[in-house]
């Protein structure tokens, strides 16, 4: 069963516009988030993270939001550029529990910014 | 520069035949890890390594082996690869202290098994 689940395979957003790209899971031992982003041909790019001790952590134009309660999150892009059209993977893990380096992967959102 | 090397960049073998991907990081790097990468499965963890001589098994550890005998080198073993084996491999590393804040990824190993 998938712990991380990024049920969005792809999203089409229009340069300028804000891109949302969720994420849901199911483990409640998850302590720590973290969204990579990966071009083809090239391994992926950490961009932000988030503890379960916040709600909201933001760098720049991204910003990631954390419900634990509906164990939820997002990432917010705003404005969207057409260079951050690449695959977005969501992945979680147990910082709190001895199990840090186990790290689980959602199967990634395809985002598509229009110029 | 800081990175992550991998080699092959590509391999096409058959299936029985041993073969090992090496992964090399130059940061001093405590943390490494192996992934796998399919279509529609997105990323899954193979092994991954807190230390030299410390190595945890991931998701999907089955037909793979590592070790860590140096800080800086954690080859993955395919004792008998068969098919199911093909895919993107990559490499990661980062300091333990941060958490995968900056987790360094290799370009990938496309592995083939025919």
């Given amino acids: 069963d998938q712990q991380v689940k990024q049920n969005s395979p792809s999203l089409s957003v229009q340069e300028g516009r804000i891109s949302i790209l969720n994420c849901d899971y199911t483990n409640s031992m998850f302590d720590y988030f973290l969204w990579y982003k990966k071009y ?10 988030i503890s379960s001790i916040k709600d909201k952590n933001e760098d720049g134009r991204f910003t990631v939001f954390l419900n634990k309660s509906a164990k939820h999150l997002s990432l917010h892009i705003v404005p969207s550029q057409p260079g951050d059209s690449a ?9 709190l529990s001895g199990s840090q380096g ?7 959102t395809k985002l598509s910014v229009k110029p | 520069e800081a990175q992550v090397t991998q080699n092959p960049r590509y391999l ?44 945890d098994k ?43 804040n900056e987790q360094f990824f290799g370009p990938g190993t496309r592995l083939t098994v025919l």
């Fill in chain 1, 40 to 49: 083809p041909a090239e391994g992926p790019t950490f961009l932000i993270s």
């Fill in chain 1, 87 to 95: 695959v977005y993977f969501c992945a979680a893990s147990q910082q």
């Fill in chain 1, 102 to 108: 186990n790290l689980i992967f959602g199967k990634g």
């Fill in chain 2, 12 to 55: 096409i073998t058959v299936t029985g035949k041993k073969l090992t991907v090496t992964c090399s990081q130059n940061m001093n790097h405590e943390y490494m890890s192996w992934y796998r990468q399919d279509p529609g499965l997105g990323l899954r963890q193979i092994y991954y390594s807190m230390n030299v001589e410390v190595t």
């Fill in chain 2, 58 to 100: 991931g998701d999907v550890p089955e037909g793979y082996k590592v070790s860590r005998k140096e800080k800086r080198n954690f080859p993955l073993i395919l004792e008998s690869p068969s098919p199911n084996q093909t895919s993107l491999y990559f490499c990661a590393s980062s300091s333990a202290g941060l958490l995968y």
